[in-house]
């Protein structure tokens, strides 16, 4: 079985479009989604309701979260917490009730997708750093785990009496005898210096895990966003891709 995994979208639908389009062309079997769909954007219904038909798996988002308002947002920085209450007034009840159905995590075989990390995936914790990573790793059962939340792709290899190996995410073949973290970058606002969305496709039967990237139509997202009157920064950092 082929799988694309996509995650953090947060309301580009512009982004999303081109990412699905691209994703044709993989040849895929199933599409899973890894949360965060919304928030940051212009777009939150249009982009919940792409992933709602295209996407098999519908995992759960701290953006989700606080859509439904079962996260504080007072944490959140002044440009997130702004964008965080316009979405959750642009949802219907509807939409609402869409995102409820979204899972925590799931698990495919030897496979575990979590929007955060395995570690209290209800706390949202960032594996930004090998010792994140080991905590991560402690609480996962399966083999590979499929993640997002930093918008940054990375793998994470455990490694037997040390930290885990970090690298920046590059296609693969996993050694079978070995665990990942696998982050598969972000959809719609990608923080590795490069603007482009991204997403990875995993090959089960060849055990292959690729990266990819997709060029979008920034401005007319940017112009979205200022149309609706969204922070400054959000709509800047999508051009940089950081």
């Not at 210096?193 to 991204?198: F, K, L, M, S």
């Not at 990266?211 to 609706?228: L, P």
């Amino acid at each position: 079985m082929k799988l694309a995994l996509i995650s953090d979208i947060h309301g580009n639908l512009e982004a999303l479009v081109s990412v699905l389009k691209h994703v044709e062309k993989q040849n895929v079997d199933e599409i899973h989604c890894l949360g965060d769909v919304i928030g940051y954007g212009s777009d939150p219904s249009g982009c919940l309701e792409l992933v709602d038909k295209s996407c098999t798996v519908k995992l759960m988002g701290n953006h989700e979260y606080a859509a439904l308002g079962l996260e504080d947002t007072d944490d959140y920085n002044p440009a997130a917490q702004k964008s965080a209450i316009w979405t959750r007034s642009q949802l219907s009840d509807k939409e609402k009730a869409v995102i409820a159905e979204f899972q925590m995590s799931h698990v495919l075989k030897d496979m575990f997708l979590v929007h955060a990390s395995p570690f209290e995936p209800e706390d949202w914790h960032y594996v930004l750093n090998a010792e994140a990573a080991l905590e991560a790793f402690e609480h996962l059962d399966e083999r590979i785990c499929f993640l997002g939340h930093s918008h940054v792709p990375q793998i994470y290899a455990e490694r037997e009496d040390d930290l885990p190996r970090c690298q920046t995410g590059h296609d693969f073949q996993p050694d079978e005898e070995s665990r990942y973290l696998i982050n598969v970058g972000s959809v719609g606002q990608p923080r590795d210096n490069d603007p482009r969305a991204c997403y990875v496709t995993f090959d089960t039967n060849e055990y292959e895990v690729l990266y990819h990237r997709s060029e979008y139509d920034i401005e007319t997202a940017q112009g979205k966003m200022v149309q609706a009157n969204l922070p400054r920064m959000l709509i800047a950092r999508l051009a940089m891709g950081r």
